[in-house]
């Protein structure tokens, strides 16, 4: 009964290519997040959805699209990969500005 | 804007070592800080929080005080045991715009000998 799930949990491709990320949320939670972290374990939000609307979508290439089919998934999807983009994306969730409930991450290597 | 900023690591302690790991912030208004822990592996779990100025927020052994006089939110614990080995890192609740997002600290990672 995990909280807030990713698939998949790892993600080896080539560059140029596209792959999505998929994660869903059992916590009836409203809000969800994209987080990346890099190799020396920043983290930095890429886009939140509150309710299916997009209400964050800081400085990342349009390559990556987010997408919120309900309020309970959030899906990344990511055009073009480049070598720069290797690193763990983390889904979160939250109600308000409470307590981000993690995903445990998805490890894309691009080669 | 809201920031945070950690003690650079690696920390690397003995076990039943003191353990503090410096954070402070940079905000508007009053935001909520966290703690959280990172264990090898694995998502980010939740270990502490406190959501005004003098509060404590405790647990599994773990404490930190919201001093908001000198922006800080340090951790501590008392007796530091291997299993404690994992990145930290704090956070504050970006209330700009009542989106929720979390900003966090660069991480610290703790690593604990036998």
């Known amino acids: 009964d995990t909280a807030v799930s990713q698939t998949p949990k790892y993600l080896v491709t080539q560059m140029g290519n596209d792959k999505s990320i998929k994660c869903e949320q059992n916590l009836g939670h409203d809000t969800m997040y994209w987080y990346k972290q890099d190799s020396k374990k920043f983290l930095k939000i890429m886009f939140s959805y509150n309710n299916k609307e997009l209400i964050i979508n800081e400085t990342v290439p349009n390559r990556f699209s987010p997408k919120s089919p309900d309020k309970a998934h959030l899906n990344l999807h990511i055009n073009s990969l480049e070598l720069g983009d290797s690193a763990v994306y983390f889904c979160?969730?939250?109600?308000?500005?409470?307590?981000?409930?993690f995903g445990e991450g998805s490890r894309l290597t691009v080669l | 804007g809201n920031s945070v900023t950690q003690m650079e690591g690696p920390v690397t302690l003995s076990e039943e070592a003191f353990l503090t790991i410096n954070c402070t912030y940079t905000a508007t208004g009053y935001p909520s800080l966290f703690w959280y822990v990172q264990y090898p592996g694995e998502g980010l779990q939740l270990l502490l929080k406190?959501?005004?100025?003098?509060d404590k927020g405790s647990n599994k052994g773990f404490e930190a005080t919201y001093r908001k006089e000198t922006t800080s939110f340090h951790l501590e614990k008392g007796s530091v045991q291997v299993s404690d080995s994992a990145v930290y890192f704090c956070a504050l609740s970006d209330r700009s715009g009542n989106t929720g997002k979390l900003i966090f600290g660069q991480g610290t990672t703790l690593q604990v000998k036998p």
């Open positions: 406190a959501t005004k100025a003098d």
């Open positions: 979160a969730s939250n109600q308000g500005t409470g307590e981000l409930f």
